[in-house]
């Protein structure tokens, strides 16, 4: 078994990003290799040149993207941990199977309509043709499982495509189907000022989100300060119906401490937000603090970082290597 997953390098990551993808990251680690598996993880750096990112910028956050994984508990003596850039064999393979898939497949990826909008005459080649590349992201380690969100099922639905047709195409069974990794449901975490709008570090309002790199009394000024509602917790779920605020805090507070929302509301049924938001605080403290500052070390060495993404790319060199030359070969480009 062997799970593979890309994240593109974007900088101050908050509450919503770790709890979304990078402590799911963590647990999906613990539980495979538990299982006799292999994880490999990768910053999608080429990936993130699909629209505009100044050069500095990507450098940055390329490493700090690295260093915040690994003070989450990314292991990269655990884990293969390394940037997309390293390994070569992404982007060739990429172009090779440029030549499997078809516009019409294409054409029906539903992320690039909505990320191009109404400009799609102006987009990228690379945003259009950025589902291919993750489909050679996966296939080049004949990945058996890759983890999705619902945003990302057509793009692997396009790459067991691709794999298939190839596989067809050439008449042999070379690359591997990978199959959908459905880990713990990663929690939706909203503004803290606005629970109808998800947490984003382009919301202007400083108050809005929690950052990894906050320190203890900002991450308890912002729950202090976070909206809410007169009302007492309930003892349900169903009585939070239509408390935004209320609702993401109780979710927050689930998904930090590794519990049911349903049980958190057990215990503070009945209690204001006087009681909870306190008790919330100190969690979040409890649980961002050691990793804010081991975050922080990391990145006291940046150039040790990039050397702990070397290490990895050699690793990922190792698997793609051959498994390029194999499709080379197969389509009589290796002589």
Same mark, same amino acid.
């Given at each position: 078994m062997r799970v593979v997953s890309g994240i593109k390098p974007t900088g101050n990551l908050h509450l919503g990003n770790y709890l979304g993808a990078v402590k799911q990251w963590v647990a999906m680690q613990d539980d495979i290799q538990a299982q006799g598996g292999e994880t490999m993880y990768f910053i999608a750096d080429l990936h993130g040149l699909t629209e505009w990112i100044a050069p500095e910028a990507m450098a940055a956050n390329t490493i700090e993207m690295t260093a915040t994984l690994i003070a989450?508990?990314?292991?990269?003596?655990?884990?293969?941990?390394?940037?997309?850039?390293r390994v070569p064999q992404h982007s060739e393979l990429g172009w090779l199977l440029n030549n499997v898939a078809r516009v019409g497949w294409l054409n029906r990826m539903t992320q690039f309509k909505d990320k191009a909008g109404?400009?799609?005459?102006?987009?990228?080649?690379?945003?259009?043709?950025?589902?291919?590349?993750?489909?050679?992201?996966?296939? &080049?380690?004949? %990945? #058996?499982?890759? =983890?999705?969100? $619902?945003?990302?099922?057509?793009? @692997?639905?396009?790459?067991?495509?691709?794999?298939?047709?190839?596989?067809?195409?050439?008449?042999?069974?070379?690359?591997?189907?990978?199959e959908p990794f459905i880990s713990k449901a990663a929690p939706r975490i909203m503004s803290l000022r606005d629970g109808s709008a998800k947490m984003s570090k382009s919301n202007p309002s400083e108050m809005s989100l929690v950052?990894?790199?906050?320190?203890d009394d900002q991450i308890a000024e912002k729950f202090r300060k976070a909206k809410t509602d007169a009302d007492v917790l309930p003892d349900t779920m169903e009585g939070?119906?239509?408390?935004?605020?209320?609702?993401?805090?109780?979710?927050i507070f689930a998904a930090l401490a590794d519990r049911a929302p349903a049980d958190v509301l057990t215990?503070?049924?009945?209690?204001?937000?006087?009681?909870?938001?306190?008790?919330?605080?100190? &969690?979040?403290? %409890? #649980?961002?603090? =050691?990793?804010? $500052?081991?975050?922080?070390?990391? @990145?006291?060495?940046?150039?040790?970082?990039?050397?702990?993404?070397?290490?990895?790319a050699e690793k990922a060199r190792?698997?793609?290597?051959?498994?390029?030359?194999d499709v080379q070969r197969t389509m009589g480009l290796q002589i």
């Open positions: 989450a508990g990314i292991d990269p003596e655990r884990s293969i941990l390394f940037n997309q850039t109404k400009n799609r005459e102006g987009a990228s080649v690379g945003l259009y043709d950025y589902p291919v590349l993750m489909a050679a992201d996966v296939l &080049l380690y004949n %990945a #058996t499982h890759v =983890p999705v969100g $619902e945003d990302q099922k057509q793009h @692997l639905e396009l790459a067991r495509d691709i794999a298939t047709k190839f596989n067809n195409d050439y008449g042999r069974e070379l690359f591997t189907l990978p950052k990894l790199i906050d320190s939070l119906e239509g408390r935004a605020e209320a609702r993401n805090l109780i979710t215990q503070f049924a009945g209690q204001g937000f006087g009681a909870f938001k306190p008790e919330l605080a100190d &969690l979040a403290v %409890a #649980t961002l603090g =050691p990793i804010r $500052e081991r975050l922080t070390r990391l @990145l006291d060495d940046r150039g040790e970082v990039g050397r702990i993404l070397e290490r990895g190792d698997l793609a290597a051959p498994m390029l030359l």
